[in-house]
């Protein structure tokens, strides 16, 4: 696997550790929610937030990308988790739908070959599709992971590194054609904030979901240093890590609540002859009602009323009306 592709958290700023990590919802950090790590000891339980001690300096190699897991960790991970693997000409071809769709002609960014692409020169927009317009469209990948829909910084089925140009994730997609065509760096800048506010996921377990936002952090840097030839600012890549710890979340995608929040309850009841004690379960569970759950609701943020809501309000039926 290439080193191109290693996030290293020990050597990353330790503010930027922190946004990362973080959990909106609870206000405290992500959860591991999976019990691959809990021979590491009782900070790696799952019901434990991954703190940054827990996987820097001696820890530094705990968690790792699915591509360089052992066969018999990826098999344990989907049993106990259904973790999938895509290839990345799969997820290629998936997102060339949608953006078929979108820009009313096939292969706007790349055509497809049997098991790969080759990309295309330039993106051509055609009449009444602006390329502003397409950086803002929202897109979500459910149940992320490492998020290889959004973004492609490495084959997933090789680990090899993947050049800017060559990328075919949503949020590389948005990218490429910022690059194209901004005509400042002020420019260039204000709409990959965009892009990255527009770029939405949740994932259960806390290690591939950590995964996933360290690859979008990383993508907006390689983007960022193909366009200037360096790198950015710490004040902005705070505020990338900021969206992006706001965007890709975690969240039991069945409950749309924070994982294994969910509980018994107990009640106090003030009568004349004292307090009484109840215990209830919860009724979202019990009638397998997403809308009466006692856990926590996840939230995201309204980027247009900067805004905190709660996910559940963005859904109508059982679709997500707001995406």
């Known amino acids: 696997m290439s080193s191109h592709i290693d996030f290293n958290e020990t050597k990353t700023n330790r503010e930027i550790m922190s946004i990362l990590l973080s959990d909106h919802t609870t206000n405290k950090n992500i959860m591991w929610c999976t019990s691959d790590y809990s021979k590491n000891g009782k900070c790696y339980l799952p019901d434990s937030e991954i703190l940054i001690e827990n996987i820097t300096g001696n820890n530094q190699d705990i968690i790792r990308p699915r591509i360089s897991k052992l066969k018999s960790e990826k098999r344990q991970r989907s049993k106990d988790m259904a973790e999938v693997f895509t290839p990345s000409w799969i997820c290629n071809k998936q997102n060339n739908l949608v953006d078929n769709d979108w820009f009313r002609y096939i292969g706007a960014f790349n055509d497809e070959t049997e098991n790969g692409w080759i990309t295309k020169d330039k993106v051509i927009f055609p009449e009444n599709r602006m390329w502003?317009?397409?950086?803002?469209?929202?897109?979500?990948?459910?149940?992320?992971?490492?998020?290889?829909?959004?973004?492609?910084?490495?084959?997933?089925?090789?680990?090899?590194?993947?050049?800017?140009?060559?990328?075919?994730?949503?949020?590389?997609?948005?990218?490429?054609?910022?690059?194209?065509?901004?005509?400042?760096?002020?420019?260039?800048?204000?709409?990959?904030?965009?892009?990255?506010?527009?770029?939405?996921?949740?994932?259960?377990?806390?290690?591939?979901?950590?995964?996933?936002?360290?690859?979008?952090?990383?993508?907006?840097?390689?983007?960022?240093?193909?366009?200037?030839?360096?790198?950015?600012?710490?004040?902005?890549?705070?505020?990338?890590?900021?969206?992006?710890?706001?965007?890709?979340?975690?969240?039991?995608?069945?409950?749309?609540?924070?994982?294994?929040?969910?509980?018994?309850?107990?009640?106090?009841?003030?009568?004349?002859?004292?307090?009484?004690?109840?215990?209830?379960?919860?009724?979202?569970?019990?009638?397998?009602?997403?809308?009466?759950?006692?856990?926590?609701?996840?939230?995201?943020?309204?980027?247009?009323?900067?805004?905190p809501i709660e996910f559940i309000k963005l859904m109508k039926g059982n679709v997500y009306g707001g995406f």
């Open 132 to 307: 502003k317009s397409y950086v803002a469209e929202q897109r979500m990948e459910i149940t992320c992971g490492e998020a290889p829909y959004l973004t492609s910084r490495y084959d997933t089925t090789t680990g090899e590194y993947i050049e800017p140009k060559n990328r075919i994730g949503l949020l590389d997609r948005k990218l490429r054609v910022i690059s194209e065509n901004a005509l400042s760096d002020e420019e260039w800048i204000d709409s990959a904030l965009i892009a990255l506010k527009s770029i939405y996921g949740y994932e259960f377990q806390g290690d591939s979901l950590l995964i996933a936002r360290e690859n979008l952090y990383l993508t907006f840097c390689d983007y960022y240093a193909d366009k200037f030839g360096t790198e950015p600012s710490l004040d902005l890549l705070k505020t990338v890590a900021t969206i992006i710890s706001w965007n890709l979340w975690q969240m039991d995608g069945l409950k749309m609540v924070v994982p294994n929040s969910c509980g018994i309850r107990k009640n106090i009841k003030v009568t004349i002859f004292g307090d009484e004690e109840t215990f209830e379960d919860c009724e979202g569970c019990l009638k397998n009602d997403i809308h009466r759950h006692n856990g926590l609701y996840c939230k995201v943020m309204d980027w247009e009323k900067e805004k």
